[in-house]
């Protein structure tokens, strides 16, 4: 599959130690912009750029660009601090615009299944096929006694992406790979820790939405975006004790001690989180349903909701499996001369998107 190259959607793991250069990640999210970077060194690689710059309130809505020039000035500024060497950026879209489907189809060669899949798509995507660029991946699902494979069907609405494309080139960035968000969210785990021979539920939650990704031996099986995410806890906080949002945001991630307030506190955890663990349960369900056999072991939570304290231990305990927060950097030594370590701590669980994408080759 490829990565929408003018632009071409990525689907595929792409081995983060191959000797090709790697792209910019560039997470743009509707809270946040974040950027990460890594290079070669020897067999393992080096992380030698990240940070995160907030965006102005209503910048971007449901995955589309409503603001493109304060997001450019925002991204312009937060890669001048860091002093990003690359120009060759990949991003990452969600939303209404983007429509990812599972179809199932008679097996057939590739350059067979590249002319025939535009016509069969056409009855998957509620939008006219003109207005979207397409992409798919065979699972390759097929065997001896079935003839028919699966195939993960991707469609973005050019609209939005060249929305994107123009604003990052105006501020002289290349976009050479435009991912989907849930599969920059399976490439940063693949990169760390394989995931070939295991199933696992990603989980990213976003100050706007949760995405959801089950990926079974390696390959995405259910993928789905819930307008649901991380902003409504702070903002729930701030109306409940009538604070700052800044104030309000500290005493989400426990950066200050709640005090006299923290039985109040609790309660609007469990009333939003329970939320979150809801609409999680119902894509565990879904997936059970199609594979009763195909036991997940492992729920991996990331995005700036992963930074509640006592997330993954209500995960835990609301779907009996085994919960954590994403480690998108276990194999990355960061460079020390630039990157504080408690920084690079604080600020792990929100990276995973970016990481994701900046595995991403620039050699496609």
Not at 340 to 352: C, Q
Request: glycine share 8%.
């Amino acid at each position: 599959m490829g990565s929408l190259r003018l632009p071409k959607l990525d689907l595929n793991f792409k081995n983060l130690l191959s000797s090709q250069k790697l792209t910019v990640g560039l997470d743009i999210g509707s809270h946040a912009v974040k950027a990460c970077e890594f290079k070669q060194a020897g067999d393992s690689y080096k992380l030698i750029n990240l940070g995160s710059a907030n965006l102005p309130p209503n910048c971007i809505e449901d995955g589309v660009l409503q603001n493109p020039e304060a997001v450019g000035k925002v991204i312009s500024t937060l890669s001048k601090n860091l002093g990003l060497k690359g120009k060759k950026v990949a991003i990452s879209i969600s939303g209404y615009s983007v429509i990812v489907k599972k179809i199932n189809l008679m097996a057939m060669e590739d350059k067979e299944l590249a002319s025939h899949i535009q016509a069969e798509a056409e009855q998957y995507i509620p939008f006219d096929i003109d207005e979207v660029y397409l992409d798919f991946q065979d699972l390759k699902t097929n065997t001896d006694e079935d003839e028919r494979t699966d195939i993960m069907l991707v469609a973005a609405k050019k609209e939005v992406v060249d929305g994107y494309l123009k604003m990052l080139s105006g501020i002289g960035l290349n976009t050479v790979v435009v991912d989907v968000d849930a599969f920059a969210l399976e490439n940063a785990y693949g990169a760390n820790f394989g995931g070939l021979d295991e199933n696992v539920a990603l989980v990213d939650i976003g100050a706007s939405k949760m995405n959801i990704n089950i990926v079974a031996k390696g390959t995405s099986v259910l993928a789905r975006d819930i307008v649901l995410g991380s902003r409504l806890l702070t903002e729930t906080i701030q109306s409940h004790f009538g604070i700052s949002l800044e104030e309000a945001e500290n005493l989400k991630i426990g950066g200050i001690d709640p005090g006299e307030r923290k039985g109040q506190l609790e309660e609007i955890f469990v009333n939003t989180c329970t939320q979150w663990v809801t609409e999680v349960k119902r894509a565990l369900d879904f997936y059970y349903s199609n594979y009763p056999e195909e036991i997940i072991s492992k729920l991996v939570i990331s995005g700036g909701g992963a930074k509640v304290k006592g997330l993954a231990t209500l995960f835990t305990e609301e779907t009996g499996i085994k919960s954590e927060i994403f480690r998108p950097f276990v194999k990355a030594e960061p460079d020390q001369n630039k990157i504080d370590p408690d920084y690079l701590r604080s600020i792990a669980p929100e990276m995973a998107l970016s990481v994701g994408l900046a595995t991403r080759s620039t050699d496609i």
